[in-house]
């Protein structure tokens, strides 16, 4: 009982002990812990490391910090004394005299901001005791702030880490900063021209790169990159560094479209840092530049300034005339050319100089310069004259129906220092003369030779060609500068369903088939109109009208092309039936009653139809050498008389030549006279037969201007009355006496010999005489220029033949007309081995009265020899009556002034033409109709009947035929 107590009391002992112990031990710790104290802490000293000398931006910042410790209960400064510090720190450190002790702490600049303000702990333990403390502290890198977090809350609430995430997505790293950019417009770098579509120009941009940090520069290489979202520059790579200050300025060139309108192009840039402890850190941003102010306010940051204003009006730019002057230079003799239609062109030389400008449109700013002169370089020019058929002369979508082609030319022209001065071979149909005499209209166009998006102008104007030089005003018109595509998109808006159904529907298809057929929507529109009962789409219809018009111009203007055959003409085959002798066939065949066609020669192929005529070539030759009228002679003899057999009845040539004598006579005779009135006609066939001699054109190979003269003559009309009467008298008495006589000198000869004479005379008279008259006249003259022309080429000889009319011999016999020996002696001719000169056409029976007595055989013989090497001359006549230029009644120029002007191709038809007026009964100084007749209606009045289709005589303006009056294309009539 007693052991067991013992134990009790033994364990109640020990457990009393051992928390007595823990107690004590606890009471230890805390008091020796409280017994050492952190009296102050702070950075002692910085050391700013940086990327290089120089260089602004910190890489490492070495800390020394200094702690001063101290004995908590009494506040006594614990110096000369060991401590240990673990934690952020390890090492052991003696006190100093202040009880303080140091320790450095080296820390990486972050940029980023993330680790800019840092946190440590750092157990400090007096050494060989237990007293110690727990120092925790913040380092603020920003502003090298150490603070003791047992008194404040220290730099980490400071620091908003968002605001760099949020500049990451905006600009690229946050860590660096560009600041606001600066533009410089240096200028072009190359010479301007005109015939590209982008312009080089150099730029400058530069800023400062600052860390998002402290706002301090940052130095280092940099790699730029400057990119043109709209693809007309490559990316640019730019290497350079920035300076002292963190800056950086960069020129570098770049191109732009100079004649797009001006706005604000969109750029980016961006910089990528290749050195230093930002290397491969990068900051990018937009920026906007407008070349085509060329000026300060060259651009703008995206960031920092605010957008300018935008352009308002976005088209490219146009090219801009306000006058054109041309130069007659002269004839450029050269350059004129007869084609295989004997058609002559002429050619004048024209100077033409203007000042093309460059319409820029619109600006920002009204003081900018809309107008400026355009670069150096090619353009193409365009220029056509045409002739107003009335007296309107402004062309314009009203009006230009009444105007038609003229002449034109094409050519690549130069623009240097802001002119052009151009010389151009201007050809003229020579059938075109009388309309160009008159005041004409001009377009001009002037257009890119490539794509440069400048946008080219057509402008009209007047033209007067027999002025030496002109300066013309043009007119701008806004149809001819609105594109067609504008026109027909515009047409199709107005054409609605509302107003006209059944209409928009064939406007679209064709639209869309591209088959846009403007005179058949104009159809459709008028029998739409014509069917409402009131109100017509006014602006519809103009919008026809204008597209009527700009098609019209354009499609002349694009058969200026040399490309183009005849320049755009159709060619007289598509129009007649072929080459020039075709046509004279189809014209005979169409205009004659029969046409025999011959073919020379035994050995050429014959035709069908044709009958073969064996004489040989040079036969042929031989009578178309000796000219009309036809004659006769050994040489040729034997032509004639198988033309003879050819042509005439057999009856009428029985017997031949070589049957003379009486009795073929009476053989003759038996007939009735039916036969023997063509007897021995080969000796003078001109007597029986007339001819003409023309040459048809297979090739003309070369054109050589002779001389040109020019003369005139005047015509005119009187008009003379006269009144006289006389009255005489007279009387007169002779009284005279004479003697003579004769004296024989031989058988031959007798003298007379007077031997006195003895007279009186007495005379008397009286005369009374009364007259007046009236003389009124009047004249008009006629200057006249001639072209004589040479030609070289292939032309093919032909004869056409015809019978003339006559009156037989049984006729005269019959019906009892006047006779004489010759007719009743037919043969005798022969017999006295003459020929009967007045059987020629029954010349002697002139009066009209005997025409029903006449024979005709109306068949044409027709006959060519094979085509020819051949050269001769032929002569274009240009005559226009007097105009003077000082009269302001008359309209010198104006096109509905009565014109008398002619052209005229050969001597043969001017004569007939000058003929014309030399006969008094035809008053041509009061009848205008002669002179109001054109080339084009007359070549309709001529030859329209073998067109091919029908056409009315304006179809014929697209005919490069020029002859006139009544020579065929293409055949030369020898005189």
Known sequence: ????????????????????????????????????????????????????????????????????????????????????????????????????????????????????????????????????????????????????????????????????????????????QLGQLNFEYVGTTTQRRSDVRYTDYESGIGSCLTNQIDNRPIRGALKIVVTDPDGINEDLIIDTE???????????????????????????????????????????????????????KFGYDSKYDNRPPENAVQKWNRVHIDQVMYVRVGNNIANFDVNNYL??????????????????????????????????????????????????????????????????????????????????????RFADLPKIATRTVSVFQLEPVNNTGLIGTTVTGFFKAKINWIRSSVIQSDVLQTETQVLEERLAENYTPSKHQGVIESIEDQLEKGEFDINQIHNKFDTHIQSKSAGADEQALQDIKNLQFKKFVDGLLQRLDPSLKNGGYQDPSEVFAGTPKEIYHAHLKKTREEVKVLTIGSNFEREESEENFKVQPSQFNNVFERGIPLESDSSNEEFFKKL?????????????????GFGAWLRRKKDKHNEGDYRGWWKKPALKIKAQALRHTHRVKKVMPQHSTSFDFTIGSRLYTSYSTNYSSYRSIRNAVDLAGKVPFGDLLTQGIRIFDVSQTVSSGEQDTTSWSDDVSSHLHIGVEKFKIGLEGEFERCLQIEVKPFIKTATLVNQNLPLNLFDLIPNIQNI??????????????????????????????????????????????????????????????????IKFIKAIRGRKHFEQYRKAFEDQTKHYLYVDTSGTETPDLKLYENWGHIMKTENDPSALNKLIINNVESSFPGTYFKN
């Open 1 to 176: 009982m007693k052991y067991k107590l013992t134990s009790i009391l033994l364990v109640l002992l020990l457990v009393i002990t051992s928390c007595s112990s823990d107690v004590q031990d606890k009471n230890k710790d805390e008091v020796e812990t409280a017994a050492l104290s952190v009296q102050s802490i702070r950075i002692n000293n910085t050391i700013n490391n940086r990327a290089f000398i120089g260089s602004e931006t910190i890489t490492r910042k070495d800390y020394t910090v200094r702690a001063c410790l101290a004995e908590t209960a009494r506040g006594q400064k614990i110096d000369i004394q060991e401590v240990q510090l673990t934690g952020a720190v390890n090492k052991t450190e003696m006190t100093d005299g202040n009880g303080c002790i140091f320790w450095e702490q080296k820390l990486n600049f972050d940029y980023s901001g993330r680790n800019l303000c840092q946190r440590f702990a750092v157990n400090i333990q007096l050494s060989g005791t237990n007293f110690s403390t727990k120092l925790e502290y913040t380092i603020d890198l920003i502003d090298d702030q150490l603070t003791d977090l047992s008194r404040s809350t220290g730099c980490e609430e400071k620091r908003e880490l968002e605001t760099f995430r949020t500049l990451r997505s905006q600009e690229g790293d946050p860590e660096i």
């Open 242 to 296: 920035t300076d002292e200050k963190g800056c950086f300025k960069v020129t570098f060139n770049s191109q732009y479209e100079q004649y797009k309108w001006a706005h604000w192009k969109k750029k980016n840039i961006t910089i990528t840092l290749q050195s230093g402890p930002f290397t491969g850190k990068m900051v990018s941003r937009d920026y906007f530049v407008n070349p085509w102010l060329e000026g300060t």
């Open 343 to 428: 058609g002559l062109t002429t050619s004048k030389t024209y100077q033409i100089v203007l000042s093309p400008k460059v319409d820029r449109g619109h600006y920002f700013s009204n003081r900018s310069v809309q107008y400026v002169n355009l670069p150096d370089g090619p353009f193409k020019m365009k220029f056509m004259i045409l002739a107003p058929k009335g007296a309107d002369i402004e062309i314009n979508e009203n009006n230009f129906e009444d105007f038609e082609y003229i002449t034109g030319v094409e050519k690549i022209v130069q623009v240097k220092n802001g002119y052009i001065q151009a010389f151009v071979n201007l050809p003229m």
């Open 644 to 660: 003879c057999r050819q042509i005439f009845p057999e009856k009428w040539i029985s017997g031949g030549p070589n049957e003379t």
């Open 832 to 897: 006295f081995g003459q020929v009967n000169e007045k059987d020629d056409l029954g010349s002697i029976y002139d009066d009209p009265k005997y025409d029903k007595y006449r024979t005709v055989i109306p068949t044409v013989y027709y006959m060519c020899n094979r085509p020819g090497e051949e050269s001769f001359s032929e002569e274009w006549f240009f005559a226009q009556t007097y105009t003077p230029d000082t009269s302001l009644l008359s309209d010198s120029m104006g096109p509905t002034e």
